[in-house]
């Protein structure tokens, strides 16, 4: 498979998963917007292989397979569409192995752990799986600041977070918590409530709390984007794009007053469009 074939794979691969993610992309250039649909594809791909695994694979091999494809990326040759254009984008812009080795560690945490007892056993998932994410894509800004990475982590776990709270209800149908189980007895709210979908003032009270934790990470990003320069502020739109999609998104979910047992919390896609257009319009004057 050619480089170009390839990356046509992970677009296609992209465009269809219906991301929150997606409508910023089309703001890049077009190979910053290439290599962020092949770091997508990747992602997702991982994620896919144990949250939604086919018929008759085991997970547990997938993600060795992954790991397999991943050494080759960066010392042979990879097979998969995924990982050939992704091997292609690594070598131009210099991504660390080690970023995409801790995604798969987060990943395979979802093997092994339904359950988190404290915030920072949480933390380190949420690192893994989303935070991660955004220090590879501080190389395809360009901006690998020490405060454009504190920007990144930050808003990683402010992502995650608001994807927890919106996902309780569907998690909780897979017998997963991922609200720290330390939270729920400070609130008074047992695991088996949370399981039974069982909507109370106490439920309304953790889920408050937790609203408030996601909130206390989108201010600490924020704080670290306006330590930057304006040149960095504006190669970051894309990832403002994303943090006005997430923001809205936990603004609906305490609106609705934590109704996430229901149809799932989402955004229209004009919605996501016009957020998209404000914040690239604004960051036109940076």
């Not at 992309?25 to 077009?30: D, G, I, S, W």
């Not at 992602?43 to 050494?71: F, I, M, Q, Y």
């Not at 040759?77 to 801790?102: D, N, Q, R």
């Not at 006005?244 to 149809?263: A, C, D, H």
Request: include cysteine; aromatic fraction near 12%.
């Amino acid at each position: 498979m050619t480089v170009s074939e390839a990356q046509a794979y992970c677009t296609a691969y992209t465009k269809k998963s219906g991301s929150n993610f997606y409508y910023s992309f089309l703001f890049l250039p077009k190979a910053k917007r290439d290599a962020m649909y092949t770091v997508y594809a990747f992602c997702k791909a991982v994620d896919s292989a144990v949250d939604e695994p086919t018929a008759g694979s085991n997970p547990k091999d997938e993600l060795k397979h992954w790991r397999e494809e991943l050494e080759a990326v960066y010392s042979g040759t990879p097979t998969t569409p995924i990982m050939v254009s992704l091997a292609c984008h690594v070598k131009a812009l210099g991504i660390p192995k080690a970023y995409f080795e801790e995604l798969i560690k987060g990943v395979e945490m979802d093997l092994f752990n339904n359950r988190y007892v404290t915030f920072d056993e949480l933390s380190l998932y949420c690192y893994r799986v989303a935070s991660v994410v955004g220090l590879i894509c501080l190389h395809i800004f360009g901006v690998t600041s020490a405060r454009a990475q504190d920007y990144a982590v930050s808003l990683g776990m402010a992502f995650q977070l608001t994807n927890i709270l919106r996902d309780v209800g569907t998690d909780a149908a897979e017998s997963r918590i991922y609200l720290p189980l330390d939270d729920l007895r400070k609130w008074n709210h047992s695991e088996k409530a949370i399981l039974n979908r069982s909507y109370s003032p106490e439920f309304r009270a953790l889920m408050e709390y937790e609203a408030s934790r996601a909130h206390h990470y989108y201010k600490r990003a924020d704080a670290a984007l306006m330590g930057l320069s304006p040149q960095e502020r504006r190669a970051l739109t894309v990832a403002e794009i994303m943090r006005g999609v997430y923001s809205r998104i936990l603004e609906r979910i305490e609106q609705s007053n934590y109704q996430v047992f229901g149809p799932r919390i989402s955004l229209t896609t004009a919605r996501r469009v016009v957020i998209a257009l404000r914040i690239w319009l604004r960051s036109l004057f940076l």
